[in-house]
């Protein structure tokens, strides 16, 4: 059983940055694709970013390109979230996420994901 926990999380000013980070634990963790995810109140939980383990080769939302950037780190089993010029609307929870499964779905839908954190809080004050 993978255990993934996520950190970094906080309030923020506008146009500040938060670096989240997402370990892994537990059983040889060889995931396909981590990824980032986040629901804010009354919404959906919607794709943020996505790194693939083995060929670093990312994916990232449009609301979020240019600013946030993903990367890991497999020899600590932790992938990362850099989030530079933060908006009041990337307000939510973060969670991260991994593919530990292959499905074959795309790796921008939560039903591809089969292993996730608890979430952390990111806040962005106007």
């Known amino acids: 059983q993978v255990q993934l926990v996520e950190s970094g999380g906080g309030l923020v000013q506008a146009g500040g940055s938060l670096r989240l980070s997402c370990t892994a634990s537990g059983r040889t963790f060889t995931p396909y694709t981590m990824g980032w995810f986040r629901q804010a109140p009354g919404k959906e939980r919607e794709f943020v970013a996505a790194?693939?383990?083995?060929?670093?080769?990312?994916y990232y939302a449009d609301s979020v390109k240019g600013r946030f950037t993903i990367s890991r780190d497999a020899a600590k089993n932790t992938e990362y979230l850099q989030m530079n010029s933060l908006k009041p609307e990337d307000t939510a929870v973060y969670y991260c996420a991994a593919v530990t499964i292959w499905r074959g779905t795309s790796v921008l839908t939560p039903r591809a994901y089969d292993s996730w954190g608890q979430g952390t809080q990111v806040t962005v004050s106007s």
């Open positions: 790194i693939t383990w083995n060929g670093g080769t990312t």
